[in-house]
């Protein structure tokens, strides 16, 4: 997987004092949607997207997918943000209360995507925390995470009748309880 920011996005003027940074918490699977709609209304709409490949039936399909899941970076003049929060697509809009420190941290990650390298969002799983399995046959099933294999790979106990097995699953399939 490579790192590419999403066609059609635009990351906004980031020296302009009249139009405040907001992040839009974004309703499921909406964010693309969300900057198609700022886009069309002139608004500054950034989403940090990564490209995903999978393989179906002996083809691969490329994807972008965004970086962080359920928000999407927008620059507003005060006067449009009500407009935008009514969005069908946006379930909360959330202020930036430290612009700068912000603007920094937007910089460093759609300069990282620029450089073509893999980047993800790292799983905040660690040893030890107990979690539910979110896909597959095993989905609903919860276990510990007994160990990380590398950055996605997760080996997680599941006790049955007082016996345990162990099964390695990717990282992105589970969620902490």
Known sequence: MR???????????FNHPLRPWFVAHTRPRCEKR?????????????????????????????????LFPGYVFLQLPPAQKNF??????????????????????LREVLLALETNLEIRLAPSIGE????KIKSGPLRGVEGWVEKRHGPNTVLIRLDFIGQAAAVRLEADELEAV
């Open 3 to 13: 790192a590419e920011p999403a066609a059609g996005t635009c990351a906004g003027d």
């Open 34 to 66: 969300l900057v198609v709609f700022c886009e069309r209304a002139g608004l500054a709409a950034t989403l940090p997207c990564y490209r995903a490949a999978h393989r179906y039936r002996g083809k691969t399909v490329v994807f972008l997918k965004p």
């Open 84 to 105: 935008v929060a009514q969005c069908d697509h946006v379930a909360n809009l959330l202020a930036v209360t430290d612009q700068e420190l912000f603007i920094r941290q």
């Open 128 to 131: 030890g925390m107990r979690v």
